[in-house]
């Protein structure tokens, strides 16, 4: 199994930028899709968008496609989230997983990604 650690949260002002970061230990990463979540206050965990193996496509969630870039480093074991253009609504608990997915990694649920990371807070805050 593979350990995940996100990092890179905090407070920012709307209109701003944060870069989350993910890492990963313990087990085999570079043939594993990675998507990131987000937890927002009253709502349910949401896809925010993936990252496949096979072929480092990334996939965007409409509220977040334009903004947001998803990118891997498999020598550094490190997948990234660059938020750009922070809304309000994009404040909550960030959260990588990971998992060695047959078909593209847009079609997956959250409950097929097998690794998760504790979450990061993001804060988008006047």
């Known amino acids: 199994q593979v350990q995940l650690v996100e990092s890179g949260g905090g407070l920012v002002q709307p209109g701003g930028s944060l870069r989350l970061s993910c890492a990963a230990s313990?087990?085999?990463?570079?043939?594993?899709?990675v998507a990131w979540f987000r937890q927002i206050p009253g709502k349910e965990r949401e896809r925010v968008g993936c990252?496949?193996?096979?072929?480092?496509?990334?996939y965007y969630e409409d509220s977040v496609k334009g903004r947001f870039t998803i990118s891997r480093d498999n020598a550094k074991t490190t997948v990234t989230l660059q938020m750009n253009n922070l809304k309000p609504e994009d404040a909550g608990t960030y959260y990588c997983?990971?998992?060695?997915?047959?078909?593209?990694?847009?079609?997956?649920?959250?409950?097929?990604?097998?690794?998760w990371g504790q979450g990061t807070q993001v804060t988008v805050s006047s």
């Open positions: 990252i496949n193996s096979s072929d480092g496509r990334p």
């Open positions: 313990g087990g085999t990463f570079y043939n594993q899709a």
């Open positions: 997983a990971a998992h060695v997915l047959a078909l593209s990694c847009n079609v997956y649920g959250a409950h097929e990604f097998g690794s």
